[in-house]
């Protein structure tokens, strides 16, 4: 379940989460009053002269994909564990095979043909695992919108996320060291919702997908709350 940002008026800042291990990112205060709505000489509230002109919900503000950096490692690990496992059975059958002749009843083709189809089944799996983590990074796509974060993905199964710029309570980004070299991170949207917060996995630029973020949230969060402000003054 979303929370509107009514729910959350009493907090008076939201920060980025924090985590030991990670970079620390700066306080982000959404609740600090709005400068756009100024009273005129009439005592009326004046809006800007382009208020009226509110973008489609469907306007992509900013499109990204998970980092091309991580699908190279992936590959990479994969070759590293074929090397591996190739020298392991290459050491390992004289061994087996001592094995074998100790036991009665198990011909010894058995281990042969177990030694063959154990090592190519590892490989295989290595490369499915280089395969899959491409396909993913193919089909993933984040997106902000005029007024929420989508979240598209294709592979393993076709998945919509949209969560409301209203609905965000807080944002913040992990980077690893190789993060931190090639500019990408795991971003965390906090909805409070029981289901835990949205992760954006391997986005590339994180700091400049969180600031444009805090400024769309901020263009949201603050109008409701001096809205919510006047209403409840005598």
Not at 164 to 173: E, H, I, M, N, T
Not at 207 to 215: E, G, V
Request: proline fraction near 8%.
């Amino acid at each position: 379940m979303l929370f509107s940002p009514l729910s959350v008026g009493f907090f008076d800042k939201v920060k980025f989460v924090e985590k030991e291990g990670f970079m620390k990112t700066r306080i982000l205060n959404f609740f600090k009053r709005p400068e756009a709505l100024k009273p005129s000489a009439h005592g009326k509230t004046s809006l800007p002269a382009d208020a009226h002109k509110t973008p489609f919900s469907h306007d992509v503000i900013l499109k990204a994909m998970p980092s091309w950096w991580m699908v190279l490692f992936a590959y990479l690990l994969a070759y590293a564990f074929c090397v591996l496992n190739h020298r392991f059975f290459v050491w390992f059958p004289p061994y087996l095979l001592e094995v074998f002749k100790n036991l009665r009843g198990l011909p010894t083709s058995w281990a042969d043909f177990g030694l063959y189809w154990g090592e190519r089944g590892l490989k295989i799996i290595a490369v499915a695992a280089g395969v899959y983590h491409n396909l993913w990074q193919l089909g993933t796509r984040y997106k902000l919108t005029a007024n929420n974060i989508n979240l598209v993905s294709w592979f393993p199964l076709h998945q919509v996320t949209n969560v409301p710029y209203g609905a965000v309570r807080r944002v913040g980004f992990q980077q690893s060291p190789i993060g931190l070299i090639f500019n990408f991170g795991h971003i965390e949207i906090d909805t409070g919702s029981p289901i835990g917060p949205l992760v954006l996995l391997n986005c590339p630029k994180p700091k400049k997908f969180l600031d444009l973020l805090q400024t769309k949230v901020e263009s949201v969060v603050q109008p409701s709350l001096a809205h919510h402000r006047r209403a409840g003054e005598p």
